[in-house]
Protein backbone atom coordinates (compact mmCIF):
# COMPACT_ATOMS: atom_id res chain seq x y z
CA UNK A 1 0.00 0.00 0.00
CA UNK A 2 1.11 3.73 -0.19
CA UNK A 3 2.31 5.83 2.63
CA UNK A 4 0.75 8.99 3.50
CA UNK A 5 3.60 10.30 2.52
CA UNK A 6 3.23 9.19 -1.27
CA UNK A 7 -0.23 10.19 -1.20
CA UNK A 8 0.69 13.36 0.33
CA UNK A 9 2.94 13.69 -2.83
CA UNK A 10 0.41 12.41 -5.26
CA UNK A 11 -2.10 14.83 -4.49
CA UNK A 12 0.16 17.79 -4.84
CA UNK A 13 1.92 16.88 -8.04
CA UNK A 14 -1.84 16.44 -9.10
CA UNK A 15 -3.00 19.50 -7.86
CA UNK A 16 0.09 21.50 -9.57
CA UNK A 17 -0.60 19.75 -12.75
CA UNK A 18 -4.38 21.03 -12.51
CA UNK A 19 -3.47 24.47 -11.35
CA UNK A 20 -0.79 25.09 -13.90
CA UNK A 21 -3.69 24.03 -16.72
CA UNK A 22 -5.94 26.82 -15.34
CA UNK A 23 -3.54 29.21 -15.11
CA UNK A 24 -2.62 28.86 -18.82
CA UNK A 25 -5.74 27.50 -20.15
CA UNK A 26 -8.81 28.79 -18.22
CA UNK A 27 -12.27 27.43 -19.55
CA UNK A 28 -14.40 30.82 -20.47
CA UNK A 29 -15.52 33.11 -17.91
CA UNK A 30 -13.17 31.85 -15.39
CA UNK A 31 -10.11 33.41 -13.41
CA UNK A 32 -7.64 31.87 -10.90
CA UNK A 33 -7.21 33.87 -8.24
CA UNK A 34 -3.83 33.76 -8.34
CA UNK A 35 -3.07 34.95 -4.13
CA UNK A 36 -5.22 32.70 -2.89
CA UNK A 37 -2.77 29.47 -3.98
CA UNK A 38 0.62 31.50 -2.43
CA UNK A 39 0.21 30.02 1.04
CA UNK A 40 -1.51 26.63 -0.02
CA UNK A 41 -2.07 24.82 -3.24
CA UNK A 42 -4.88 22.82 -1.27
CA UNK A 43 -7.40 26.10 -0.88
CA UNK A 44 -8.11 28.22 -4.60
CA UNK A 45 -10.64 31.05 -5.29
CA UNK A 46 -11.48 30.67 -8.68
CA UNK A 47 -13.68 34.49 -10.20
CA UNK A 48 -16.47 32.98 -12.42
CA UNK A 49 -18.90 34.68 -14.84
CA UNK A 50 -21.87 33.17 -15.56
CA UNK A 51 -21.72 32.05 -19.26
CA UNK A 52 -23.80 33.88 -21.96
CA UNK A 53 -27.40 32.53 -23.18
CA UNK A 54 -27.87 30.36 -19.85
CA UNK A 55 -29.68 31.61 -16.33
CA UNK A 56 -26.38 32.90 -15.21
CA UNK A 57 -25.35 35.52 -18.01
CA UNK A 58 -24.18 38.39 -16.23
CA UNK A 59 -23.97 36.68 -12.88
CA UNK A 60 -20.78 36.74 -11.20
CA UNK A 61 -19.85 34.25 -8.55
CA UNK A 62 -16.53 33.37 -6.23
CA UNK A 63 -16.21 29.80 -5.88
CA UNK A 64 -13.52 28.32 -3.20
CA UNK A 65 -12.16 25.02 -3.73
CA UNK A 66 -10.75 22.81 -0.77
CA UNK A 67 -8.84 19.32 -1.60
CA UNK A 68 -8.29 17.45 0.96
CA UNK A 69 -5.14 15.03 1.22
CA UNK A 70 -6.82 12.15 -0.66
CA UNK A 71 -7.71 14.36 -3.57
CA UNK A 72 -8.23 13.14 -6.94
CA UNK A 73 -9.70 10.12 -5.10
CA UNK A 74 -12.39 12.55 -2.92
CA UNK A 75 -13.66 15.38 -4.93
CA UNK A 76 -12.68 18.66 -3.89
CA UNK A 77 -15.13 20.56 -1.50
CA UNK A 78 -17.06 23.65 -3.35
CA UNK A 79 -18.25 26.81 -1.71
CA UNK A 80 -19.90 29.85 -3.43
CA UNK A 81 -20.35 33.13 -1.44
CA UNK A 82 -20.98 31.38 2.16
CA UNK A 83 -22.77 28.48 1.04
CA UNK A 84 -21.25 25.06 1.00
CA UNK A 85 -22.21 21.52 -1.19
CA UNK A 86 -20.95 18.73 -1.48
CA UNK A 87 -22.17 15.47 -3.16
CA UNK A 88 -22.12 11.96 -2.64
CA UNK A 89 -22.67 9.06 -5.11
CA UNK A 90 -21.40 5.63 -6.32
CA UNK A 91 -19.50 7.21 -8.98
CA UNK A 92 -17.69 10.46 -9.21
CA UNK A 93 -19.99 11.65 -11.97
CA UNK A 94 -23.20 11.36 -9.96
CA UNK A 95 -21.10 12.74 -6.75
CA UNK A 96 -20.37 15.78 -8.82
CA UNK A 97 -23.58 16.57 -10.31
CA UNK A 98 -25.48 16.00 -6.98
CA UNK A 99 -23.00 18.80 -5.50
CA UNK A 100 -24.04 20.82 -8.60
CA UNK A 101 -27.55 20.48 -8.07
CA UNK A 102 -26.83 21.11 -4.59
CA UNK A 103 -25.44 24.43 -5.76
CA UNK A 104 -27.71 25.56 -7.90
CA UNK A 105 -30.46 25.02 -4.85
CA UNK A 106 -28.33 27.39 -2.86
CA UNK A 107 -28.20 29.85 -4.97
CA UNK A 108 -32.17 30.22 -5.65
CA UNK A 109 -32.51 27.90 -9.02
CA UNK A 110 -35.28 25.73 -8.55
CA UNK A 111 -35.51 22.53 -10.81
CA UNK A 112 -38.29 22.35 -13.10
CA UNK A 113 -38.92 18.52 -13.36
CA UNK A 114 -38.98 16.60 -9.80
CA UNK A 115 -35.70 16.84 -7.89
CA UNK A 116 -36.65 13.08 -7.26
CA UNK A 117 -33.25 11.04 -7.57
CA UNK A 118 -35.13 8.43 -9.31
CA UNK A 119 -37.51 10.49 -10.96
CA UNK A 120 -34.47 12.02 -12.21
CA UNK A 121 -32.59 10.18 -14.85
CA UNK A 122 -29.03 11.34 -15.94
CA UNK A 123 -29.09 15.47 -16.17
CA UNK A 124 -33.05 15.54 -17.12
CA UNK A 125 -33.60 18.35 -14.13
CA UNK A 126 -33.77 22.07 -15.60
CA UNK A 127 -32.94 24.86 -13.03
CA UNK A 128 -35.01 28.02 -12.96
CA UNK A 129 -34.86 31.33 -11.29
CA UNK A 130 -36.72 31.01 -8.39
Known sequence: TLGSGSIMASMQKRLQ???????????????????????SITQWIVDMEGASGTLYEGEKFQLLFKFSSRYPFDSPQVKVGHEITTGTGPKKKIAKRNASEAMLLQ??????????????????????EG
Open 107 to 128: LGYKATSSTSRTARNGWSAIFT
Open 17 to 39: KELLALQNDPPAGMTLNEKSVQN
